[in-house]
T-cell receptor
């Protein structure tokens, strides 16, 4: 299975600043996703990070607020821009391994715990 | 759109069996996943169903009925370490991303 690392693991940021979260995978993967998990809540998909093209955002999320890069098949970044306390959340990177037979399993990174003051 | 419902909390006794239900209403369907998430950790994959029926994997089994929009996760021989949140997630027909339910917090007691 894919091994996923995220940096930073946690951060405390000031209102109005931006933070870039990195996601590194130990193998080439086609699909990478960014999720948010607010305190006590389940996971909400922010966007699908497409290699070589713009990310595909879900309803309620926009590129200006959450710009995403996907320069190659093993790496992606998510930036949380102009942060407010409502952005305090855990941000998780997820990848999908293809060609595993009958289904493609999604693996999650350890998450980045963000607190905005 | 997607609507995925699970009970919020459940409690069961060590050694017992517990069934966690999930109902869904989606605009398309391309598989249902169950994940386990311990507090402060990332979700870990438990099971996948795309066809009707029961999939068994050790102490964990998952069932799917597509016509009823219904799945359950069955945990046997419960252990204290099974105390966690269990997330039901559905993949729609149009893509690869998962839509998650709010999760069921399971507490296993001695």
């Amino acid at each position: 299975s894919a091994v996923i690392s995220q940096k930073p693991s946690r951060d405390i940021c000031q209102r109005g600043t931006s933070l870039t979260i990195q996601c590194q995978v130990d193998s080439q993967v086609t699909m990478m996703f960014w999720y948010r998990q607010q305190p006590g809540q389940s996971l909400t998909l922010i966007a699908t990070a497409n290699q070589g093209s713009e990310a595909t955002y879900e309803s309620g999320f926009v590129i200006d607020k959450f710009p995403i890069s996907r320069p190659n098949l093993t790496f992606s970044t998510l930036t949380v821009s102009n942060m407010s306390p409502e952005d305090s959340s855990i941000y998780l990177c997820s990848v999908e391994e293809a060609d595993r037979g009958s289904y493609n399993e999604q693996f999650f990174g350890p998450g980045t715990r963000l607190t905005v003051l | 759109g997607q609507n995925i419902d699970q009970p919020t909390e459940m409690t069961a006794t060590e050694g017992a069996i517990v069934q966690i239900n999930c109902t869904y209403q989606t605009s398309g369907f391309n598989g249902l996943f169950w994940y386990q998430q311990h507090a402060g950790e990332a979700p870990t994959f438990l099971s996948y169903n795309v066809l009707d029926g029961l999939e068994e994997k050790g102490r964990f089994s998952s069932f799917l009925s597509r016509s009823k929009g219904y799945s359950y996760l069955l945990l046997k021989e419960l252990q204290m370490k099974d105390s966690a949140s269990y997330l039901c997630a559905v993949r729609g027909a149009s893509g690869y991303a998962l839509n998650f339910g709010k999760g069921t917090s399971l507490l296993v007691t001695p």
